[in-house]
């Protein structure tokens, strides 16, 4: 493990964030190692994609810093957090509708930290390989069913190079056999040396991927670490069981 992979890729401190009056998060501190593969999960309300979009800039926080690679990025629009390597995915696939899967990926490819038109060309096959979706190339992004959008939102994502990728409920909606289809293409991207932040309530997928879990209540983290003690943490129990057991 070098040392570089053991500095904070990705980190936030003193994360608040308001929508009117109402307090979304609050005092969130979160870090993670370029070789990490983090679990997020929490009931809902819990602030967990308000938080991943304060992460890649698509919200600004109240307060409080998001660093990137070590550099304060708080003020960086997302456009340039995803030329940057901190790309996402979003929990309802957005394809580009009128344009085919081929265009959707390459348009990600091309609008990347990727320099020039051919790399970016090979960079939009690659994705799209290794997300199983090159025999629908050329079908139009509007007729895809569930899994294939989702296949498609992560390849656009892979298309950009990134080196933290965050995933928001990839396998939600998806039964056993297709979410375990995604999980090995996460498995393998965790292989190459992408780090993963991954907000999910299927937790026994996350598991399979992800060596630590945070747990967020009320826009607050209430727990972080080992995913087995995680989840077994009394404050973890309440929050999603009102403390039965």
Not at 2 to 17: P, Y
Not at 26 to 43: C, K, L, N, R, T
Not at 138 to 148: I, K
Request: hydrophobic fraction near 45%; aromatic fraction near 4%; charged fraction near 25%.
């Amino acid at each position: 493990m070098s040392e570089a992979s053991r500095e904070s890729v990705l980190a936030a401190r003193g994360v608040h964030k308001h929508f009117g009056a109402l307090p979304v998060l609050q005092d969130v501190d979160f870090s993670m190692h370029g070789d990490e593969a983090v679990g997020i999960v929490g009931p809902n309300g819990a602030g967990k994609t308000t938080f991943l979009s304060v992460l890649v800039g698509a919200l600004s926080p109240a307060s409080g810093t998001v660093t990137f690679r070590g550099r304060d990025v708080t003020a960086l629009p997302a456009a340039e957090r995803c030329r940057q390597g901190l790309v996402r995915t979003h929990q309802i696939p957005r394809p580009f509708n009128g344009m085919s899967v081929f265009e959707n990926v390459f348009v990600a490819a091309a609008n990347s930290r990727r320099y020039s038109r051919e790399i970016a060309y090979q960079g939009a096959l690659d994705s799209l390989a290794l997300t199983g979706m090159m025999k629908l190339a050329n079908r139009r992004a509007e007729t895809l069913g569930l899994l294939d959008r989702k296949r498609l939102e992560l390849a656009r994502a892979l298309a950009t190079n990134p080196e933290v990728l965050l995933l928001d409920e990839i396998g939600g909606g998806l039964s056993d056999e297709e979410a375990a289809d995604l999980v090995a293409v996460i498995r393998e991207l965790r292989r190459r040396g992408i780090a993963i932040v991954w907000i999910e309530h299927i937790v026994h997928l996350l598991l399979q991927v992800t060596g630590r879990l945070v747990c967020m209540d009320a826009g607050r983290v209430i727990a972080d670490g080992d995913p087995e003690e995680v989840m077994s943490d009394s404050a973890v129990i309440e929050a999603y069981l009102g403390g039965a057991r």
